[in-house]
């Protein structure tokens, strides 16, 4: 058999383009023949989108260069790949056609994601072995993260963020100033932000499901017992929801953290767990949840048993219930704050805990306030009956229980610890799980 004739790969990047000749025995090892960079600087030329004649013209005499240097030393092929560069710029296509016609190769233009993917292919070779693996590339036009497992990458994003169109874009002062740098730093923390939001539609569904979930069986209860005229006891009714919080969080607390509850969302947030900004989106898909759940119990049986609303006992004032569910709700944050924390770090062992206060608060106390703890899950019966009524309580008291739940939980254990708990490790699972037939990069 022959030898393998060299392989020509260049680069087209933001800041330089780089050349790499080298042989393959074909099996994963690879022998450099030859590695030139030329300085680019494509991103710092960009003028009102586009990359000026001049430069554009000085960057194909580059790769002319270039793509001489490989032939000589034997490549075939010779493929060039386009970045951030030109993905960005409005005559960026144009350009790679006429480096392809020109020059004899072959020019791709790839997106952020193939990008991503290259790199970590890069960052993990020689082969890895698995275990879950963070590449962070950060160029002049852009910057790729991609986590993975292994040698296999399971999520992968591009940012617009590099050293050329940061510094072309925020810095006007050598040195920069310090309106300069905080604008900079404001900027790119967005960007950074918005790793996390790719996932968050996976974390939204479960907090939907899981809530949905949770008010079937809770609002469910007293709906069936009307409708069976009077099998479902009490005990059993306050008995469902608590088992199934437990079997929500088993099965999927480590997406989205559970929380199933507003009151719990704001608690995790106001101890420093959970970020605020993510808060108002958990709150609309537990809404979301409860509501669909009790939508569902109307169109199979009706508004019997008032769809399992919650309201004060016979007997009971507003002010009354509200302070039990204050009491009640500031024992349940309590309860998960506590086993979420990282002094004790019991993880799904927390759903027994968690679960069991549930039963154990309606068992004493539903007579009174109906033992609700949770404004979504008294917001959806309310909602679709239109019946407001006692509201306010069922609002108030919980978000003010949570609120109290932090105070305590920071003056026995200090600021929050319970990170993982609240956000659940959605990335982390993608990892873990990251082996594709089809070999392809989780994108969210």
Not at 179 to 199: C, R
Not at 340 to 351: D, V
Not at 397 to 418: D, E, M, Q, W
Request: glycine content about 12%.
């Amino acid at each position: 058999m022959g030898e393998r004739p060299p392989l020509g790969a260049i680069s087209i990047g933001s800041n330089d383009i780089h050349l790499l000749v080298a042989t393959s025995d074909g099996v994963g090892t690879f022998e450099r023949q030859a590695n030139q960079s030329m300085l680019a600087e494509l991103v710092v030329a960009v003028r009102g989108g586009v990359v000026p004649a001049k430069a554009l013209s000085q960057a194909l005499l580059d790769l002319e260069t270039l793509v001489t240097q490989a032939r000589t030393a034997g490549a075939s092929p010779i493929i060039a790949l386009a970045t951030e560069a030109m993905r960005e710029v409005a005559n960026g296509p144009a350009f790679i056609e006429l480096v392809g016609t020109t020059l004899g190769i072959q020019v791709l233009l790839i997106s952020g994601q193939e990008e991503a993917a290259l790199d970590y292919s890069w960052a993990t070779f020689p082969p890895v072995p698995p275990s879950p693996l963070l590449v962070v590339d950060s160029g002049g036009g852009s910057t790729q993260a991609i986590l993975g497992n292994g040698p296999t990458p399971a999520f992968a994003q591009s940012l617009p963020v590099g050293a050329g169109n940061m510094t072309k874009q925020f810095v006007d002062h050598d040195p920069p100033t310090k309106e300069e740098i905080e604008a900079l730093s404001t900027h790119v923390a967005t960007l950074v932000e918005t790793l996390s939001l790719v996932l968050e539609w996976r974390r939204l569904f479960a907090e939907i499901l899981g809530t949905f979930l949770l008010v079937l069986a809770a609002a469910g209860g007293g709906v069936v017992d009307a409708v069976s005229h009077g099998q479902i006891s009490r005990a059993a009714e306050v008995t469902a929801p608590g088992l199934m919080v437990l079997a929500v969080i088993l099965f999927m607390g480590a997406i989205s953290g559970a929380h199933l509850n507003p009151a719990v969302s704001i608690a995790f947030a106001a101890r420093g767990d959970f970020p605020w900004r993510r808060v108002p989106g958990y709150l609309l898909a537990q809404l979301a949840g409860s509501t669909l759940a009790c939508l569902l119990l109307w169109a199979l049986f009706g508004k019997q048993g008032m769809l399992g609303a919650t309201e004060p006992g016979l007997g009971i004032s507003d002010w009354q219930a509200l302070v039990m569910e204050v009491v009640l709700t500031a024992d349940l944050v309590s309860t998960i704050l506590g086993t979420a924390s990282r002094a004790l770090n019991l993880g799904p062992i927390s759903a027994f805990g968690v679960g069991a206060y549930i039963i154990l608060a309606g068992l004493w106390a539903s007579p009174i306030s109906g033992a609700s703890m949770n404004p979504a899950r008294t917001l959806g019966p309310d909602l679709v009956l239109l019946d407001f009524s006692h509201v306010w309580v069922y609002l108030v008291g919980p978000i003010a229980g949570g609120l109290l739940a932090v105070g305590i939980s920071y003056l026995l254990r200090g600021r929050g610890t319970g990170i993982q708990a609240a956000q659940g490790r959605l990335a982390e699972i993608l990892a873990e799980n990251a082996e594709r037939p089809d070999g392809g990069v989780g994108t969210t």
